[in-house]
């Protein structure tokens, strides 16, 4: 059996403005995992229906076919930390997990020998089949796992370039040069808390929303305006872990990119700060931390930056007298994707 796992991540700055190509924004991976377990079989078994496991396997499929490496049957198990016990999701990435993760095993399996950067760039290519919109900043920090800066390339152009040239020709194509992804420090004296509302979010209908046009004003002016300052505090956020800035830059941050995304709700008639998540907001800026929702909102995670001497116990409380559920985790080292040994378990 080849086991893969594959963690969770967290929008920490820069959502929304990342599914334009070229955007930056900053995540992290959480030490919560998504586990592929993948054992071959003698004949074909019936595989997950998950689209995205689907997606991942028609991806790795097609790069064997292009390598000479024959077909094999498998049957693949997926135990997730990423849902609660009763399947809710918390809204940790679970479907970009599964991607990495099956990527990473079916890697394994065939002996690709892939780079995380190639099981990266396979993951993305699987996923906008099926989330054509989707950034691939969760991939991203799933793959590579710590603080990660990303931007994300041309989607649209990768999935026409992979159906008109197929996968080989989509891995190598210079339209990755668009994209990065780099490793941050963690900060020092910083800890993060994570809220869930409880409530799930469409991450793909508040995209679709925020990308239709807006109720009022010039489309293009305020998109453009939202964009270059998601950019700056993104670049602004990346440059304070770099340099080892003070806690209170990053907070600064933080109640920035918070006051961008109600703006941008506010522009598009959308609710990306929910009641809940604006308690958990105030809860942790009464304490002196700093905290805003985390992707799309609408549901999902918040998150707060707290210093050490912020009275934590006391957020936590007040946390969950809002029906707000601590979620006991933390940031995920870096080269998150693990992937066990071969073994005859
Ligand atoms: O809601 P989440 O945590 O899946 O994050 C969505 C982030 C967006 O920027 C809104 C979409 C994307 O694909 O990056």
Not at 93 to 118: C, H, M, N, R, W
Request: glycine share 8%; charged share 20%.
């Amino acid at each position: 059996m080849i086991e893969a796992s594959a963690p969770g991540k967290l929008f920490v700055v820069g959502e929304y403005a990342v599914v334009e190509p070229g955007e930056p924004a900053v995540l992290i991976a959480v030490d919560r995992y998504l586990h592929v377990r993948l054992s071959e079989t003698a004949t074909p078994v019936a595989l997950s229906t998950s689209p995205h496991v689907q997606a991942a396997i028609g991806t790795v499929a097609e790069l064997c076919a292009a390598r000479g490496i024959a077909p094999r049957h498998f049957d693949i198990q997926i135990e997730s930390e990423l849902d609660e016990q009763d399947g809710r999701k918390f809204g940790l990435g679970s479907s970009a997990a599964v991607t990495v993760a099956t990527i990473a095993a079916l890697d394994a399996l065939y002996q690709l020998k892939l780079s995380p950067f190639e099981r990266f760039k396979l993951a993305l290519l699987a996923t906008i089949q099926v989330s054509p919109r989707a950034s691939g900043g969760d991939l991203a920090a799933s793959t590579f796992g710590g603080w990660v800066f990303y931007r994300s390339p041309d989607r649209v152009a990768l999935r026409a370039h992979h159906a008109a040239h197929g996968v080989v020709s989509a891995l190598e194509s210079e339209l990755w040069q668009a994209s990065e992804i780099r490793e941050l420090p963690a900060p020092a004296d910083v800890r993060l808390l994570v809220g869930w509302t409880g409530s799930p979010a469409s991450t793909e209908e508040l995209v679709d929303s925020v990308s239709a046009s807006p109720k009022t004003g010039n489309h293009d002016a305020l998109r453009e305006a939202f964009l270059s300052h998601s950019s700056k505090l993104a670049l602004s956020f990346a440059a304070a872990l770099e340099s080892g800035a003070s806690a209170d830059q990053l907070f600064e941050i933080i109640r920035a990119s918070r006051a961008l995304l109600h703006r941008l709700a506010l522009d598009r008639g959308i609710v990306i700060e929910t009641e809940t998540l604006s308690a958990l907001c105030s809860i942790a800026e009464e304490f002196g931390a700093a905290a805003k929702s985390s992707g799309a909102g609408g549901g999902d995670c918040g998150i707060a930056l707290v210093k050490p001497e912020n009275d934590i116990p006391s957020i936590l409380r007040a946390w969950e007298q809002h029906g707000i559920t601590h979620l006991d985790l933390d940031v995920a080292g870096s080269a998150a994707t693990r992937i066990g040994a071969e073994d005859e378990r």
